[in-house]
């Protein structure tokens, strides 16, 4: 018996998970990765991955590792330990280092403190009007997508837009840009696979430079023109904290505003077309939850449950431990699997059942200090689309399965055709 119950060993052979993470970047895994998820739970909830380090499959464990201090994201600290120095230190993995997903305490603690609680019940009832102002102006225009053309793709009018109209606007960023924005996100994201190729780190380091010409300038223009807005008041605060270098408050300001912007697009644009997907895909279970609007939040999490945005996230341990029995040193890396997690059948009963009802648990938007910032922000998105959606569009229907980026940590959907 261990903290996360009765299990096998892990497997002594790490060849052995290669044909499943092939599975996993195959068509088929993308459009439905559960049977691979299931696989893996099989070998352990610990299982060793062909390069070093071990996959974490089971909800406990993983929960273990997302909550547990002694257990550290991987930090310039770590990069610099490894044999393979070189991977760590191409421009666009720099670059995310040194955001808050990549940061221990205390530099961590210093940042999310300045912070505070971004999305709070007051700043969400301020959003609310616009957001759902939004969506109104999205399904709109969806609507006439359907009735010149009797399809159209929910991804482009609705499901992209919604996360960059909504954090574009709180930032006080210029509309005009968010088409730019979202083109450099699409791309810059590749440095953060698992194993990027040559050619997809290449492809990261040009949206890169893109990505930090435009923040730097948003921030000098800014600070140049200061408002009420929320970098603006950013901005008053890190120049406090860094009176005597410009420079320090800058580099601050520069990965803070680039993060939370590039952190809150795919994320909730997946959440927003995966609700589209599994909830429209059976006419029954739209028309229970528009009639049933109480539960919107319950199928909201469902979605995030089933089928996760970010599909695994690691971690290192800061001291030799011992996770679900199996011995680990100092600097060990897991990758915990959140999509494998979530369908635990130990937590979560039948987990491969779709049930708005289910009630269970998931830990999709992570766990202890790096628990996700813009959580509430998200499912305020997809109470507000959900809700008009379900209402103006009754009998709106995926006319086929979605299509996937070619990826394997950070999930993107790329187009999901539907007609009513």
Partial sequence: MTAVGVMSGP??????????????????????????WAELRELGDVVPAPWGGYFVT???????????????VPDFGWQERQGDTARWREPATREMTRTLSRLNPPEHTFQRRALGNLFDRDTLE???????????????????????????????????QLPIHTVGRWLGVPAE?????????????????????????????????????????????????????????????????????????????????????????????TLLTNAVWFLTRDPDRADWLRRHPEHTDDAIDEVLRYDPPI????????????????????????????????????RNENPHVFDIRRKGGHLTFGGGAHYCLGSALARL????????????????????????????????????????
């Fill in 58 to 72: 089971g909800f406990e464990a993983c929960s273990q590792v997302l909550r547990g201090r002694n257990w550290l």
């Fill in 126 to 160: 301020t959003l609310r009007p616009r957001i759902a102002a939004h969506v109104t102006r999205l399904l709109d225009r969806l609507r006439s997508h359907l009735r010149a053309d009797g399809t159209a793709d929910f991804v482009p009018l609705v499901g992209d």
């Fill in 381 to 420: 998105e997809a109470r507000l689309l959900l809700t008009q959606l379900l209402e103006r569009f009754p009998t709106l229907r995926p006319i086929a399965a979605p299509t996937y980026a070619p990826r394997m940590v950070f999930r993107r959907v790329t187009s999901l055709k539907v007609t009513t």
């Fill in 177 to 269: 840009h968010y088409p730019r924005i979202l083109d450099f996100t699409h791309r810059q994201v590749h440095a953060q696979e698992l194993l990027p190729t040559k050619s997809e780190l290449a492809i990261s380091a040009r949206a890169t430079v893109e990505m930090r010409d435009f923040f730097t300038r948003l921030v000098a223009h800014r600070r140049a023109h200061p408002g009420n807005d929320v970098l603006s008041g950013w901005i008053r605060h890190w120049d406090a904290q860094y009176p005597d270098d410009r420079a320090a408050a800058d580099q601050t300001l520069y990965d803070l505003t680039m993060f939370i912007t590039i952190a809150s697009l795919e994320t909730t644009a």
């Fill in 11 to 36: 497997i002594t052979d790490r060849r052995a998970v290669v044909p499943l993470l092939r599975r996993l970047r195959s068509d088929a895994g993308r459009a439905d990765p559960l049977p691979v």
């Fill in 311 to 346: 599909h695994l996230n690691s971690r290192y341990a800061a001291e030799d431990t011992v996770l679900a029995g199996v011995p680990m040193a100092k600097d060990t890396t897991v990758h915990v699997l959140y999509g494998a997690a979530n369908h635990d059948p130990r």
